[in-house]
């Protein structure tokens, strides 16, 4: 068999059946003959009680796709490292990292790769992330979290001037969400990395163990010189937080007990704090650092309270 062109990895954790359904969306989807072995579909699992390995194995037996493999991962190893369990199965030129919570469109996957075929300058790029809803998940067309672009964001300044400079940085609100251009983060949702790239900066930096790991990875990948691209002219879509459960879209998808989201609550805001000390910490005096400091804490404790009342309704 010849080496794929492309390599799939869907990480899953306790989302059976919205797992399934995002890899026949690509099966039906993807402008390519599923059975020429052309790409891969990897499945790595977190251990999932719900039975979902068996599931993907089960799958694997009558589907088209020719190369298809479940994974069991031993346990939930989080996020990042998860997804580097898929790597050691990959063999194709470019990796696409792809959330279980999410549809492929026609033609999305074959534009993609035919993106970044004439962008060789591209270390990583994503298209439009739409909600069931239709509106765009902002967490694929990114500034960094700097200090200002968070302050920001959690205070509100952004919602107010969604399309300014100064104060939708985090957002880059003033771009065209239909076109194609340079953006400094996407969203690991749908990420897609020349395999070189992705082995030149180590793949996903396993710190992190539930969000801000994808920031890291395109910060990482800009580090080298690589550029990010958003590419609004396709488009999937993603339903977002499926495993984490935490998100008014997601609270009754994920079979995750409330013990289980308040630890995804807590992974959450420990990534800002790591993405902080990683990449800025340095840049900024010890008072500043400070701020931060206490601001995560607070945004926390606000997080955790409407989670509960959120369950609770």
Same mark, same amino acid.
């Given at each position: 068999? #010849? /080496? ?7 990480? @899953?954790?306790? %989302?059976?059946?919205? %797992?399934?359904?995002?890899? $026949? @969306?690509?099966?039906?989807? +993807?402008? $390519?003959?599923?059975? =020429? ?14 039975? #979902?390995? /068996? ?13 298809? +493999? ?9 996020? @990042? ?43 990583? *790029? ?6 069931? =809803? ?11 979290? %700097? ?7 959690? @205070?509100?300044?952004?919602? $107010? ?8 940085? +985090? ?12 953006? =400094? ?8 990395i020349p395999f070189k790239v992705g082995e030149k900066v180590g793949w996903w930096d396993e710190e992190y163990f539930f969000y801000g790991e994808d920031l890291q990875f395109c910060f990482d990948i800009r580090k080298l010189d690589y550029k990010i691209y958003y590419v609004g002219k396709v488009s999937i879509m993603h339903i977002g937080g499926a495993s984490s459960g935490i998100k008014p879209t997601s609270l009754q998808i994920t079979k ?15 990534? &800002? ?7 800025? *910490? *340095? ?5 500043? *650092?400070?701020?931060? #400091? ?9 997080? &955790? ?9």
């Open positions: 068999m #010849s /080496q794929p062109y492309l390599s799939i990895i869907i990480l @899953s954790y306790n %989302t059976k059946q919205i %797992t399934l359904d995002a890899i $026949k @969306s690509i099966e039906k989807n +993807y402008q $390519k003959e599923v059975t =020429d072995g052309s790409f891969e579909v990897i499945v790595t699992d977190n251990a999932s009680p719900d039975n #979902s390995l /068996q599931a993907f194995i089960d799958y694997k037996k009558h589907t088209k796709i020719k190369s298809f +493999y479940p994974v069991d991962n031993g346990g939930n190893l989080g996020f @990042s490292a998860g997804n580097n369990k898929g790597i050691k199965y990959a063999k194709g030129k470019y990796v696409l990292f792809l959330n279980p919570d999410t549809l492929v469109y026609p033609n999305t996957l074959t534009y993609m790769l035919e993106f970044m075929d004439t962008h060789p300058e591209v270390g990583a *790029s994503t298209c439009k992330l739409l909600n069931k =809803d239709g509106a765009i998940d902002f967490n694929c067309h990114r500034g960094f979290p %700097t200090p200002w672009n968070a302050f920001c964001f959690f @205070s509100g300044l952004q919602r $107010k001037f969604p399309h300014s400079r100064l104060f939708a940085g +985090y957002t880059q609100g003033w771009k065209d969400m239909n076109t194609i251009h340079e953006v =400094d983060a996407i969203e690991g949702a749908f990420m897609l995750d007990n409330i013990i289980g989201k308040k630890k995804v609550q807590t992974w959450r805001f420990d990534a &800002m704090r790591i993405f902080f000390k990683k990449n800025y *910490s *340095s840049q900024y005096p010890l008072i500043i *650092s400070w701020f931060i #400091s206490v601001g995560i804490t607070f945004m926390k404790v606000k997080a &955790m309270k409407r989670l509960d009342n959120a369950l609770q309704k």
